[in-house]
């Protein structure tokens, strides 16, 4: 039985925002997600997230998932305290976990290596060393090197705040022990607080070894209490994401300045040699397949794009799904419910919405394409649009294989041009075009004898 304890009540008031700390991102998803992610990752069996601060919209983000429980800590007072909110909810046998809601990135792997250690019956502590270890707890050893005791830097004594060791505040204990111990916490100390870390020398006067062991990343326990804290993690973390899709193959032309936030989502999925240019951010769900290239300043959200495919520069795409063969771009967008089939172009200043583009047609110069299903091998002329709606409803408009829309002409929705069909430039389009057939809609052009007037 494995249950985690999550600390989130604290305020975050460094943040100077109106969004609970443990809800700000990294990598477009909430702290306090990658922590609960982390959490089931090491297959626990409850998840007691301990809230106090902005209690409510952190329920509202959280309370729906089955595997988590909440317990109110209405008063800050301490680490300890915060646990003892808890305390009633956890099993009374395995292990209990210890993280913050703040602390977004601690790997399964390091959390595995913790419960371990509880596994033999010891108490596991994640420590690391500092070169400037102020304001950390201290981890004071005997003369053996056990572990005997954490000491909060308010509390310790000149020759305890050499001590470069710190408490990470990440910890496993026999949740039978825990049991025992918190209700033994007192706050007489510096702080006047109930201290987790109190449990430590608990553990060792009750003849329980407590092991210690190192994260393979610092940043793994770095916590975040402002911005900058923020950003720094998430460059770190950007970082592995990024260095993660090159290990797949994926040729990055600057790993700086390739952003990936996979959000609640799986991430991106991605083929062989699939390049990636400089300036391209890619959220949610994306896949990338064989041989497709992105170049600069891309903005891809939530898309499939398939072998061969190649998205030019300054492309915005989101909710789409690209066939095959497809050029996008530049400056296209491609937006929810937009489908190009095999080999279909969508050139610069062109917008798609909820529309399919059969195969191998184009609509390749500022044109507007909205609630519309085009045919194969069809030509889309230049300033294009389909008016799709009257200002309350919305209407369809079909293109048949192989028809031929003159530049800016407007389709006024719903409206049908057939297969084979040709539309003059400069029509506006209001009845049905039959197959083959040759639409002008437009003013003729009259030439009158004129004589333009002189200045005088
Ligand atoms: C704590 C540790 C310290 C360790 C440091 C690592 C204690 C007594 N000290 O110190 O040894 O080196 O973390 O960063 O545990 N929280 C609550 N309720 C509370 C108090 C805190 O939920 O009543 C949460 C906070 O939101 C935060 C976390 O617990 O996420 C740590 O609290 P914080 O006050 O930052 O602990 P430190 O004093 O930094
Ligand atoms: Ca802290």
Redo the contacts with the bound molecule.
Sequence with gaps: MIDVVI??????SRMKSDLP?VLHPIAGKPMLGHVIDSARKVSANAMHV?V?HGAQQVKAQFGEESDIQFAL?AE???????VMMALDNLAQSGTTLIL????PLIQSDTLDALIQITQQGKVGLLTVNMDDPS???RIVRDANHKVKA?V?HKDASESELTIQE????ILAVPTEKLHDWLPKLSNDNA?G?Y???DVIALSVGAGIEVETLQPEFAEETF?V?NRAQQAELERWYQARLVQDLMTQGVTVLDPARLDIRPGNTLGVKVGRDVVIDANVILEGQVVLGDGVHIEANCVIKNASIAAGSKVKAFSHIEDADIKQGCDIGPYARLRPGAVLENGAKVGNFCEVKKSIIGEGSKVNHLTYIGDAVIGKGANIGAGTITCNYDGVNKFKTEIGDGAFIGSNSSLVAPVKVGAGATVGAGSTITKEVEADKLAVARGKQVNLNWQRPTKG
């Excluded at 600390?7 to 975050?12: E, N, P, R, S, V």
């Excluded at 800050?76 to 915060?82: M, N, P």
């Excluded at 913050?100 to 602390?103: L, S």
């Design positions: 600390l989130a009540a604290g305020q975050g700390k301990v106090g800590q800050q007072k301490g680490t300890g305290h915060a913050y809601g703040d602390v304001g950390y707890g954490i909060e710190v408490n990470t505040g702080q607080e201290y987790l870390t916590g209490n």
